[in-house]
């Protein structure tokens, strides 16, 4: 009976498709793009640790520390939110003139940012500072980009597995340096007794972050090698662009590789793949807008009461979890399982994560903090988290394979941007202020903001379910139908830190929001460096700008100025995209979580550490500048990071948008006998046309997106919650850490983040599939979420007890697995592009739509952190069960991913 034929049976037997051999990764300017990924988390979370002390220094809550979320919140949003106006636009630029100026500009925005906000010393200032960061920096699009036209089909998990690995990386180094340069004037009085530092105790940590983005700066200047050539252009960023003639090597036609409008760039895979990318980004920034808040908060207020460094040591060991996780088991989860299940799993840990916050308060408050139970459950978040962070790399998979053509990657990874940056601005302001609304009206306990999260991530399943298997595939791309689609303002109340530092971290993405598509749309005409060199300087504006706030004001206008011209996270991504092909695209993507958890480990370390460097270090910093701003100096060192990022990239980061010359220019390829010279000049010839907006809401892409923006806004709740919940009083469900300690906490997040994306993350995705590793990433959420109720009850029982730091380590190590989930997303947004020509405009609206849940997840998650306090929602909890509960619709939403990025037509990645 084996020999039955039907009228199904096909007439000849088949050929098995022959497994493509992976094409090898230029390792060179897939480091430079890396390092510019690290520079993103350590300018944006090395604030982490200190914020909420700042906050309340600054005097905004009027004395109420339950209002410290709402600030703090919004300070976090800031930076995404501004981001999100930009990040399309940086990416678009880049499409034109090349990623490399873009890169460039992005990263010297990002070293005056981080100077500004060191020297803040109001809150106006600090919300100025943080808004310039997010204006000149849309380098997270156009390095996005700029890893999709490194990498093929052949290579882009490894490509993009690389991504969440340096992104935790950074997660582990900002942290720290947050944690432990906040106040050195008090830390280390030997080194910085001056005025200055006493007057600006927080810009030691911003300095530090702006040395090393003007490290990143310089060597992208000099080394980077532009991946798009561009036309003849009337700016001088075309002095940083590579113009390279190229012609299609397989089948002998000609490609149309014009830049895509915007129309044409909503196609199914485009906005399916974003709006992944956005739920990602939502949850997971409101997820750590919240973590800190937990931390920092008092016990009775839903927190742990543990001080700034305590935080930031948490935050650190996450980011050292997150890093190390997806570099070791990322690629070979998503190879084993497929990317969508990757995602939906990573997704899906929201609604654990979530859950367990309020029940480590509960612990913390029957134990102490200090007790060995908070620490197991930490732990556990921690490892949920470090599950999580692999949807990052997932999404960012089907991302750079949704762009309608390849001249649109910049395009496609700037609108992803876009959106990211909205959701990243709205994250941690909502989380933020949902946690202080919480605690005030005792919502379920004062637990309503975790619960409210909860049923986000539920959202999330569902839209991620929506993704295919596996990433799309150029070749095999059917025709997509367009889908058009010491502040006073807590007034004394602790309580209502919450709020304010949820919506200054996340005005950043929500201005990013505003921007990053048309940085990404621009980085598909004029290529990925002018964009991303745009962005850093943007960043370094803003961050400059935020460290010489002294008002609340100041702080949102330079939290709005940084995410406004800032487009880089999506140009990055296309760059990325570009860089590698399917057969190296995990290992990739893999290192963009591990440098973002280096720049994560690096930031809130900076913030922490050079925070009040007048108090901190009085004999180095006696000065009265460093008392009038003391601030200024973690701004100052971010800045200086940025900076370095930026000549680096001007001198070596070769343009990767090949076709950035223009629409009507014919491209041939030249002979080039490396690997690298290979994936840098074999890009689309002119013929592939860049699709428009509508072009663009394929279903690849708005499923990718979608579950991007989802990652993102449970990661950055979570990143806006832990120094919060880490500085928060143990009463008020903190940890009552010190600002060195929340920094070293958070360094670990960033460098064991960075570590597991790097041993992991490749294998994984190799292993599982990229959709497998995705979703068991994002259902680490749900588990961090549920410990932090737990450490923080913990505490309040038994203090810091070795249970809490047990607890805090889980969460560490859950959120070292979380941060695989950015290198399958970023495999899938950069599959999604309806064609290579559409990836940076790809790129640009997922980070646009990533921007704004990155905006909402900081505000939102510590916001809900204070409400819920202030409420006594579910005994001051009620932030994690909602943000648990969001968790669990992200992973519904996960599911929707295909088991593997979608795969297109990628001569620019393999062609001999």
Known sequence: MSNLVDEETPLLHAEPPKERKPTPLPKLQIAICLLLQVCEPIASQSIYPYINQLISELGVTGGDDRKVGYYAGLIESLFFLTE?????????????????????????????????????????TLVISRCLT??????IGVMKSVMGELTDSTNRAEGFSLMPVVWGFGSTIGPLIGGTLARPHERFPKYFSGTFWKTYPYFLPCLVPAVVVMMGFTITLIFFKEVRSIHALPFSLILYINQTIQKRSQGGGEIDDKPVPLRKLLTYRVVLSVSNYVVLAFLNIALYALLPLFLAMPLEIGGLNMDPPAIGYILGALGILLASYQAVFFAKIVRYFGERTVFIASLSTYLPVFALLPMINMAA??????????????????????????????????????????RALGATNGLSQTTVSIARAIGPALSTSLFSYSVEHNILGGYGVYFFLMILSCFALVLACRLPPRPWDHEDTPPQTPLVSTLDIIGGDTRKIGYYAGLIESLFFATEALTVFQWSRMSDRIGRKPVLMIGMIGTMLSMICFGLSRTFATLVISRCLCGLLNGNIGVMKSAMGEL?????????????????????????????????????????????????????????????????TFIITGLFFKETAHHAHGPKRSLSRSSSSSSSDTLLESQPTSDEQSVGFRGLLIFPVIISIANYVTLAFFNISVNALLPLFFHMPIDMGGLNLEPAAIGYIMGIYGAGTGLFQILFFAKLVRGFGTRRVFIWSMASFIPVFMLFPVISLVAKTWDLCWTVWVLVGLILLLLFFMDTAYGCIFMYVTESAPNRRSLGA???????????????????????????????LLGGYGVYAILATLGCLALILASQLPMEPWQKEEEGAHQK
């Open 134 to 139: 997010g204006l000149l920096n849309g380098n």
């Open 842 to 872: 790809t790129n640009g609206l997922a980070q646009t739509t990533v921007s704004f849940a990155r905006a909402l997840g900081p505000a939102l998650s510590t916001s809900l952190y204070s409400f819920s306090i202030q409420t006594n």
């Open 580 to 644: 590698t092909d399917s057969t190296n695209r995990a290992d990739a993507f893999a290192l963009m979580p591990v440098v973002w958890a280096f720049g994560a480990t690096m930031g809130p370390l900076i913030g922490g550490s050079l925070a009040r460097p007048a108090d901190r270090f009085p004999s180095i910093f006696t000065g009265t500048f460093w008392k009038e701003f003391p601030y200024f100096l973690p701004c100052l060192g971010t800045v200086l990071f940025v900076f370095v």
């Open 84 to 124: 999100a106006t930009t990040v399309l636009q940086w990416s678009r630029a880049s499409d034109h003139i090349g990623r490399k100026p873009v890169l460039l500009i992005g990263l010297f925005g990002l070293t005056i940012s981080m100077l500004c906000f060191g020297l803040s010393r109001t809150f106006t």
């Open 365 to 406: 408050r029957s134990y102490g903090t200090n007790s060995w139970p908070v620490w197991i459950l930490i732990g556990m978040v921690l490892v949920l988290l470090a599950i999580m962070d692999m949807a990052y790399g997932t999404i960012f998979m089907y991302i750079t394979s949704s762009p309608p053509s390849k």
